[in-house]
């Protein structure tokens, strides 16, 4: 039964306006929420409610459909209902100063215990500074240092006093105070005179010398012991009027954070410190400067380390935090610790660490681009790393690379709970989930997007729904009835499928725009389908000049693409060529030739290394097929070539398998081929036609190239009848099919498409293993039984070939043997 060309409505699925019940989607309340997904929402609520290690989130699916959008809404949402996770700082640890202490608050205490800090340091240089100046503590300082002198006087005197009775006394010279012999003038006793003296004179002076040098030692120990003693008690006098200033400032601050022992023991430290370097707090004598262009810095007191580095500060925050990072590179994840740059040397202290995305994070939600990720060095590993361990750890990720290593700081890990969500491809997901086992401990959670849905009526009511929205949020013209209907007839083509809608509503949202601007061009506030068929025509039109360039070289015979006529082992093949950014259809010349041998079907682009894998694959089916259909009861031979004509690239896809067949067959049985039909289809070992992608991309291409000639009613495409639902073709290729000028043929087996393009019946396999006569496998056949015929040695040949290998073999035999 001859196959019947396919109705303009079975080309084409329209939505209908009167099923859509309002003038204007100004008339739609606009609703908030994701469409179409129900799949991946069920997934992403399943993954944010569950605390559970390793439950981290992978988002994958097509780019615009709404994965960044959506999980955007979902945690603005649940995120205010959460609670508000503790603000964190840095402090100097006293005890290890690389290292410094992470101290947690209650949300917004952060800052108010960095200011107070802040306003006890300037209270601390002001009335230090004051008190050390004050004239209360200049008297109990001199009164100390009086006393000491008096007493130290007093024993001076005493012994040189003694010392002059006696005929001594104490002077000072470079290595200390000396008892010396003097005259009764007073002038010491030189060298010369003592040498004078009477032997028992001398020994007198001597011992009155040494007796009183020992009194002399005694009293410098104990003046030096003194001079301990006044130390300390001057030490003691600064620490008890330091005491006095700062006491209550530390008692105030214990009473407030005193419930925080981590601020408790800071602070016990922060007044020991503080007593230990009351230098810092005097006023001091201002150095002169190293050269005299450099004016030296005031010297201040060194009191950064009693500051407070707010990291993280929740005090603004509604909820548990959501940040979006763009730009995942390990400092911005993990943070950094700055240096500032003085004299040309680096110096840094904690409170230049700056927080990370992490930091920023913790306690709510973290989302990050896959690939941005993978692309930063060490971020995806310390990223794994900090989830695995539950904590944000600031490391100087270089200092492994370096020649050298350097002193840094080294902060104290932070506590980390945090659901990291990341968004991709399905090409990333599967690449970690299959590479990387702890990628598969970690994000346990796929929350897969569609990139079509069902188009039914509830699907149909959320476009326009999205439509009205989409017109509120950015102030876009409303759309009637027809344009709405046109802008789901657009979503059921990019799906490829009548009864599908495509969810990549990015691609939906632009042609809403650019149908917007084609209405405010006409001078119209309401968008109607001519506005969005205008939209549609431009965006083609913007896209499509290399397709018009290869029609124009089809058109004046540079590529040759014959379109009328018929011609033996030729036929016009359907591919579609895509851009990235626009795909259409491109038809191809196939020929074959076959001839008598035993080469089999020789496939040109597979010996040039110009075919896929599975275009090779389809040359091997046809094979088969051949051998199944024309050698069941005995041997088949020939030797045939397929190939694409003027092909300058790559063949990949098994959508041509039908046609190569149908060009063999008719270079095998000498029966010519329409070539105002092109096919597209695949085909399996047993003939039955198999679905192909592309098309309406392939009819349409083919279809451009006829009308740039002229339809003349003989002109069509046969196509496999299992693509009937892809079919959403544009409107020039519908009338043309209801003005009978261009048609459509669905098949089933490949039968149905040879005898379409030839006109002849394939030929049904009779009872005695023939095919009917004036069918085109009986001629196929016969012409294979000439071939198999011609290749059979003649009488004779067949001795003379086994004499010749006979003695072959024996010439063989004797230079083995020599």
């Known amino acids: 039964m001859p196959v019947e060309p396919l109705k303009a409505e079975e080309l084409y699925k329209c939505c209908e306006v009167d099923i859509l019940d309002f003038e204007t989607t100004a008339d739609i309340k606009p609703k908030d929420g994701t469409i179409g997904q129900e799949r991946a929402m069920r997934a992403l609520d399943f993954g944010l409610t569950l605390d559970s290690k390793g439950f981290n989130i992978f988002i994958l699916g097509e780019s615009g459909t709404g994965k960044m959008t959506t999980i955007k809404n979902l945690l603005k949402k649940r995120s205010a209902e959460e609670p508000i996770p503790d603000d964190w700082c840095y402090v100097y640890n006293f005890k290890n100063p690389d290292v410094p202490m992470s101290v947690s608050l209650e949300p917004g205490r952060a800052m108010e215990f960095q200011k107070d800090m802040d306003k006890f340091i300037k209270l601390l240089k002001e009335e230090l500074l004051k008190i050390f100046e004050s004239k209360e503590y200049e008297k109990q300082k001199n009164k100390i240092m009086e006393g000491f002198q008096q007493k130290q006087k007093d024993l001076f005197s005493e012994l040189d006093d003694e010392g002059h009775r006696r005929g001594f006394s104490i002077r000072k010279t470079v290595s200390g105070l000396l008892i010396v012999p003097v005259k009764k003038s007073g002038d010491p006793l030189s060298e010369e005179e003592f040498d004078a003296l009477e032997d028992k004179e001398k020994e007198e002076v ?208 932070i506590p980390l709970d945090i659901k990291v969500i990341l968004t991709g491809n399905p090409y990333l997901y599967y690449l970690l989930y299959n590479l990387d086992e702890e990628y598969r401990e970690l994000f346990k959670v796929k929350a897969d997007f569609d990139n079509r849905m069902e188009r039914n009526g509830a699907s149909i009511k959320k476009y326009a729904e999205f439509i009205a929205s989409k017109c509120e949020e950015e102030g876009l013209y409303h759309f009637d009835r027809s344009g709405t209907a046109k802008v789901v007839e657009y979503g059921s083509r990019l799906a490829g499928e009548q009864d599908k809608l495509s969810s990549k509503f990015s691609e939906i949202s632009d042609l809403l725009r650019e149908a917007h ?102 040359i091997l089916i046809i094979s088969n097929y051949l051998g199944s259909k024309y050698a069941t009861k005995k041997p088949i031979s020939l030797s045939a070539s397929i190939t694409f004509e003027q092909l300058y690239e790559m063949v990949e896809g098994d959508s041509a398998t039908c046609a190569e067949l149908y060009v063999l067959l008719s270079s095998l049985a000498g029966v010519p081929l329409k070539q105002s039909i092109a096919i597209t289809g695949s085909m399996d070992q047993h003939g039955d036609v198999q679905p192909i992608g592309g098309v309406n991309e392939k009819i349409e291409g083919f279809f451009d190239l006829c009308t740039l000639r002229g339809l003349d009613g003989l002109h069509g495409a046969i196509i496999p009848r299992k693509n009937l639902n892809n079919l959403m073709l544009k409107s020039s290729v519908v009338d043309a099919v209801k003005e009978g000028k261009f048609r459509i043929y669905p098949i089933d087996r490949m039968e149905e498409g040879i005898e379409i393009l030839t006109g002849m019946p394939a030929g049904e396999l009779q009872e005695d293993g023939t095919y009917p006569e004036d069918t085109i496998n009986y001629l196929v056949a016969k012409r294979l039984d000439e071939i198999s015929e011609a290749l059979k040695p003649k009488k004779g040949e067949k001795e003379e070939e086994e004499e010749k290998e006979e003695v072959k073999r024996t010439e063989e035999e004797k230079s083995g043997g020599k």
């Not at 004598?285 to 004016?295: G, S, V, W």
């Not at 006409?522 to 939209?535: C, G, L, P």
């Open 206 to 413: 001597e011992a009155i010398g040494k007796e009183l040098q020992e009194k002399l030692n005694d009293i410098v120990r104990n003046v030096k012991e003194e001079e301990k003693l006044v130390k300390d008690r001057l030490e003691k006098l600064e620490k008890d009027v330091a005491l006095s200033v700062v006491g209550h400032h530390i008692e105030e601050l214990d009473g407030k954070y005193g419930d925080i022992e981590r601020i408790k023991g800071y602070l016990k430290d922060v007044m020991e410190d503080i007593l230990e370097h009351l230098e810092d707090f005097k006023a001091g004598e201002e150095q002169p400067a190293a050269f005299p262009f450099m004016k030296p810095a005031k010297a201040e007191p060194a009191l950064n380390r009693y500051a407070v580095n707010v990291l993280v500060n929740n005090k603004e925050t509604e909820g548990a935090p959501c940040v979006f990072e763009s730009n995942p590179t390990y400092l911005n994840l993990f943070g950094r610790i700055e240096h500032k740059f003085q004299y040309g040397v680096a110096a840094t202290d904690f409170t230049m660490i700056k927080p990370g995305a992490l930091h920023k994070a913790n306690g709510g939600y973290l989302v990050v681009d896959a690939l941005d990720l993978l692309r930063n060095i060490l971020a995806y590993d310390a990223l794994k790393r900090s989830i695995r361990n539950g904590e944000v750890r600031m490391e100087d990720i270089w200092e492994q690379y370096r020649l050298i290593s350097t002193t840094a700081l080294r902060p104290e890990a």
């Open 517 to 618: 601007y084609w209405a405010s061009k006409n001078d119209k506030n309401v968008v109607n389908v001519e506005h969005v068929d205008k939209a549609l025509d431009e965006k083609i039109y913007r896209n499509n000049r290399i397709e018009e360039r290869l029609r124009e070289l089809m058109a004046d015979g540079t590529l040759i693409v014959d379109t009328s006529g018929e011609r033996v082992g030729q036929v016009n093949g359907l591919a579609v060529l895509s851009l990235g950014d626009y795909s259409f259809g491109k038809p191809s010349r196939i020929t074959a030739t076959t001839y008598a041998g035993k080469a089999g079907v020789v496939n040109i682009e597979r010996e040039t290394k110009m075919s896929g894998k599975i275009h090779e694959k389809a």
